[in-house]
T-cell receptor
């Protein structure tokens, strides 16, 4: 079974600074996807970034980037130039890649990190 | 982009009554939908996977007779909480996969049972 661990329940950062959220996972699969989702106070789940395990290059989306270390099973999220709107819960999630003949994969979430951006 | 519409956004019901939550995929066909439950300040826990035209698959520990799931069409899945009790109060979220590698979430339903 796959597990996702986020060891930082809460973090804070000053506006315009950089912050890194940690995530580790455990799986015996070789092909999978990793995600970071943001859940603001509205509780709408918003995709921040996605990484395919077969890609060595780290994914980036504007101010958001990941450090994907497949051998170490680590998937951290770096937020640069933090903004007040980045205040939210951040969830790391794992999905087994499509398994032909099997069922569509569901997301397995970590417990989340509550990020507060301070002015 | 792909949108999943979830209704109602919040509901208060009396203990012992049933509540139905709907999730519709608006611009894509969802053969599979996932239902999650989220307690305050906790993560999302998968309750069940609904498949169009067949029975839902429930996660261990989830009572299928209490949480009835129907996925009668490619765009609609419903979760009915039967004989609701205060301990069923929670935030329920559905999601679907417009593509093999992407998810779209509904906006969630806050259920309060009094």
């Amino acid at each position: 079974a796959q597990t996702v661990t986020q060891s930082q329940p809460e973090m804070s950062v000053q506006e315009a600074e950089t912050v890194t959220l940690s995530c580790t996972y455990d799986t015996s699969e070789n092909n999978y996807y990793l995600f970071w989702y943001k859940q603001p106070p509205s509780r709408q789940m918003i995709l921040v970034i996605r990484q395919e395990a077969y890609k060595q290059q780290n994914a980036t989306e504007n101010r958001f980037s990941v450090n994907f270390q497949k051998a170490a099973k680590s998937f951290s999220l770096k937020i640069s130039d933090s903004q007040l709107g980045d205040t939210a819960m951040y969830f790391c999630a794992f999905m087994k890649m499509w398994d032909y003949g099997g069922s569509q994969g569901n997301l397995i979430f970590g417990k989340g990190t509550k990020l507060s951006v301070k002015p | 982009g792909a949108v999943v519409s979830q209704h109602p956004s919040w509901v208060i019901c009396k203990s012992g009554t049933s509540v139905k939550i709907e999730c519709r995929s608006l611009d894509f066909q969802a053969t599979t939908m996932f239902w999650y439950r989220q307690f305050p300040k906790q993560s999302l826990m998968l309750m069940a996977t609904s498949n169009e035209g067949s029975k839902a698959t429930y996660e261990q520990g989830v009572e299928k007779d209490k949480f009835l799931i129907n996925h009668a069409s490619l765009t609609l899945s419903t979760l009915t909480v039967t004989s609701a009790h205060p301990e069923d109060s929670s935030f329920y979220i559905c999601s679907a996969k417009p593509t093999l590698r992407s998810y779209t979430f509904g906006s969630g339903t806050r259920l309060t049972v009094v």
